[in-house]
């Protein structure tokens, strides 16, 4: 029986010793942390940031076509667009394209509904503001050129 | 005799107890916090300051800054009270600790049973803050510190015993002075070493044994209620009062402030903070104890190890 | 070397409420319950006279929701049940589906699938060996185990886009296909893994504080784990065989050599040890995938929109958790008419109460966290 005592207790030590040789061995490690904003981690290819509408290469307008498959695919109803045709186009073209990024989930349904790519995700992820207005109602048409500039005013 | 020159002494050293305690924290915190970090990968603070160093000074004035929220059904009196009774008796409790020979705010013949005795009054404390904030966590973090009281601080007083032995004196300068004849205690005592050093993390109330604060289990024990300056003074106290105990463990086992090359004060920093650093160690690499394994530990390990220390001790001095 | 307080004959003790308990309410906001889960304790100074949970803090109607979505908006989902295996409910949602239209899944989509949801599995299983360390007081061996799991959602991330809430899986197929970095990538983790593990081995399952603190603590006698409707390594550890896997074996589980961990004990350190192996388990199944990664499509073609025939389908899959099931029923509309989820951790929980009578509150703690629940999957 004493000797079963000893033996726990050298027993017990020597784990102890372990664990403490892992610990001591991890703080001669260098740190994983990656200090934002002087450095920044890198972003993965597929990063799935809000959504965006991806422009067509010749006219710089959005590929769009205002089909609505988005707006159906979307599982949140985030999505809100609206088109008409412009004078003498053959298909139509967005005259308005909402995204409530408040309620979106980021699960990509909309960009693999759309039957001409037009959707892609944003790379955008230094996302945050003061109210949630901006983000509530963002204007995806605001970053490409749209065929009814000219009609606006 | 009271003469101006013992007026100015008196003086400074509360100056000077004041300043160990107030830098010793500034520092201690921002040592475990960048120990912690570099056992988990990580860099710990490295923002305000030179790597970081000035970090508790901006928590400690946030933590000043922000108001101390009373429960409406807490004791007032006790839950005030309780923090300052934490904090003053680690402060008295540097008087007697001497950093090297001459640096000693006063020499007292029996300054370890006075640093022991104030000790407990610690716990006293943690029993205040547990019952005045009537939550019951805090109420269960206190129970369990007085709750393990006794099985830590038999074996503690029965590691020091022997040192006492060897020494001849309660002084902790002469128990130094001592061992400047002779050898560091800790080799004549490896296993009372041992043992103290179990027992100050218990009496610090560090991991593995803080289940009088237990955050995974009663969120943060004893000092669940404060807030602000009155939760700062408990993490001052607790800090300190590490400080006390490694700079003991250091005079009565490590020579306190003999070794080479460097002056006295420099050796005993050196080996205080050898001991906060080990203490460091346990806490970021050991899960928690339970209570009641704790409280068989202390009674069925620690205690019949030391006694049979201090009995072989005292046989073999005896028979010299 | 210490001897355990209460003896795991649990059962027999019978306890009466008193007016004048102390009572405990542990949550829904406390750092042991990992999430809004609300336990009620009678108390008898630490000890734990009964415990009740209350549920339902973060209901949000799950089924009823899938009533309202067409099949294929319900898949985004199923990542915010059980967050931490979402691929695992991903495969179940998408196998019913496929089971009820009968369409075909290419071998390649088959074995990213499992190659994934294997990956999943382990950043689950590192997450609770972390969050149970944390719930035993040990802080370390959680960010040791989240610096391997970052690794892996930095893969998985790379793949599917998300780091958590992954909506990858598609009906027929994948959402995306593997290329060769993260094939490679995916080799680079394995082989981490098998020099991390022993080093989890050696800071925690050794130790003899960690060994003292879930020996015989929190014990599930064989006769009560079918009973109570177990699965999973809460199951396993109580010396049943039974995963999914192989039981009912789905997907390309049936080809592939791996073994089912048992652990025989019933305690907190068998539930530890089981979850510990099923990582290497699950190394080996992954090792696997990538060597016979076959070449050919990720999809096969579905229509746009997803009409079930009339019927009903039941799918069962094993998630990190345990046993996870959805029973389906369609009327052939573009809507499900019904969805149930059978969901691991709420069987799980049902035991808690009885394991918990005659504990001491830290073994009430680290009973709860060995259950391995996550709470948003409880209450859906």
């Known amino acids: ?153 | 005799m009271i003469t101006e020159i013992s007026i100015m002494r008196t003086l400074l050293s509360i100056l000077g107890i004041t300043l160990v305690v107030g830098v010793n924290a500034i520092f201690v915190v921002w040592f475990e916090r960048k120990v912690a970090g570099h056992m988990q990968y990580r860099l710990g603070p490295t923002e305000v300051g030179p790597a970081g160093l000035l970090q508790t000074v901006a928590d400690g004035l946030k933590l000043v800054s922000k108001q101390i929220i009373f429960p409406q059904s807490a004791d007032k009196p006790i839950f005030i009270l309780a923090p300052i009774i934490c904090l003053v008796p680690v402060f008295i409790a540097l008087l007697p600790v001497p950093f090297s020979a001459t640096w000693q705010a006063h020499e007292l013949d029996m300054g370890l049973l006075l640093v022991i005795a104030l000790g407990l009054l610690n716990t006293l404390g943690i029993l205040l803050a547990g019952w005045g904030c009537d939550n019951k966590y805090a109420l269960l973090g206190a129970s369990r510190a007085v709750a393990q009281i006794l099985a830590y601080k038999i074996p503690l007083l029965l590691c020091i015993l022997p040192i006492i032995l060897l020494a001849g004196t309660f002084s902790l300068r002469e128990i130094v002075l001592v061992q400047e004849q002779s050898t560091w205690f800790a080799l004549y005592q490896p296993v009372g070493f041992l043992i103290y050093l179990i027992a100050i993390t218990l009496e610090t109330n560090r991991s593995p044994f803080d289940f009088a604060e237990a955050e995974s289990e009663l969120v943060a024990g004893f000092h669940t209620e404060y807030s602000g300056m009155m939760f700062s003074l408990f993490f001052l106290a607790e800090y300190t009062y590490m400080l006390v105990a490694s700079a003991i463990a250091s005079i009565l086992f490590l020579g306190g402030w003999l070794g080479p090359f460097f002056p006295g004060p420099v050796w005993m920093l050196i080996k205080i903070y050898f001991f906060l650093f080990l203490m460091m160690w346990f806490r970021w690499t050991f899960p928690r104890v339970r209570v009641d394994q704790m409280l068989s530990f202390g009674w069925k390990i620690l205690l019949p190890i030391s006694l049979l220390n201090f009995l072989i001790t005292a046989g073999v001095m005896a028979a010299l | 070397m210490f001897e355990s307080q209460t003896a795991p004959t649990y059962h027999l003790e019978t306890v009466e409420e008193q007016e004048n308990d102390f009572i405990l309410n542990l949550g829904p906001q406390h750092p042991g319950t990992h999430g809004v889960l609300r336990v009620i304790l009678h108390m008898d100074g630490e000890y734990i006279l009964t415990a009740d949970p209350v549920l339902g803090y973060g209901h949000r109607m799950q089924e009823k929701i899938a009533e309202n979505m067409t099949w294929s908006q319900v898949l985004p989902y199923m990542a915010r049940m059980d967050y931490l295996s979402a691929l695992s409910y991903n495969q179940a949602w998408v196998c019913l589906v496929e089971k009820m239209c009968e369409y075909e899944v290419p071998r390649r989509a088959e074995y990213i699938r499992v190659l994934t949801t294997e990956l999943n599995r382990i950043s689950s299983h590192l997450l609770w060996f972390g969050a149970f360390l944390l719930d035993l007081g040990a802080f370390t061996p959680f960010l040791h185990a989240f610096e391997d799991r970052e690794t892996l959602l930095d893969l998985l991330e790379s793949l599917t886009g998300s780091r958590l809430t992954y909506c990858f899986f598609r009906f027929g197929g994948v959402g995306a296909d593997v290329d060769a970095a993260f094939l490679r990538g995916a080799q680079d983790f394995v082989k981490q893994m098998h020099t991390k593990l022993p080093r989890y081995h050696e800071l925690v399952t050794g130790n003899v504080i960690f060994r003292e603190r879930t020996r015989d603590v929190g014990v599930i006698l064989p006769f009560d784990t079918w009973g109570y409707g177990l699965s999973g390594p809460v199951l396993r550890g109580s010396g049943e065989q039974y995963d999914v896997r192989t039981s009912e074996p789905y997907s390309i589980y049936p080809e592939l050599d791996f073994n089912v961990p048992v652990e025989q004990s019933g305690d907190c350190l068998a539930r530890y040890l089981v979850r510990l192996n099923e990582i290497d388990e699950s190394l080996k199944i992954i090792e696997q995938t990538l060597a016979n990664m076959p070449e050919g499509p990720i999809k096969s073609k579905v229509p746009k929109i997803i009409k079930p025939p009339e019927g009903e389908a039941s799918m069962a899959v094993e998630t990190p958790r345990g046993e996870l099931m959805i029973y389906a029923v369609s009327d052939g509309g573009k809507v499900p008419y019904r969805v149930k989820y059978r969901v691991p951790s709420f069987a799980n929980l049902s035991i808690f109460s009885k394991m918990a009578r005659g504990q001491l509150l830290a073994d009430a703690l680290a009973i709860l966290g060995s259950l391995d629940l996550v709470i948003p999957e409880i209450d859906r």
């Open chain 1, 1 to 153: 029986m004493m000797t079963s005592y000893a033996q726990d207790i050298i027993t017990g030590l020597s784990s102890l010793l372990t664990g403490m040789k892992v610990t001591i061995k991890t703080m001669f490690t260098k740190g994983h942390t990656v200090q934002w904003p002087r450095q920044t981690a890198q972003l993965p290819l597929n990063f799935r940031g809000h959504i965006r509408l991806v422009a067509n290469d010749s006219t710089g307008f959005a590929k769009c076509i205002a089909c609505g498959s988005c707006v159906r695919a979307c599982p949140s109803n985030c999505i809100e667009v609206k088109g008409e045709k412009p004078e003498g186009a053959k298909k139509k073209s967005p005259t308005l394209f909402r995204l409530d990024f408040t309620k979106c989930s980021l699960c990509g349904l909309c960009v693999e509904s759309c039957p001409v790519a037009a959707i892609t995700f944003s790379r955008d992820y230094a996302l945050a503001g003061l109210t949630s207005e901006p983000f509530a109602a963002m204007n995806l048409l605001d970053e490409v050129a749209s065929p009814f500039a000219g009609e606006e005013q």
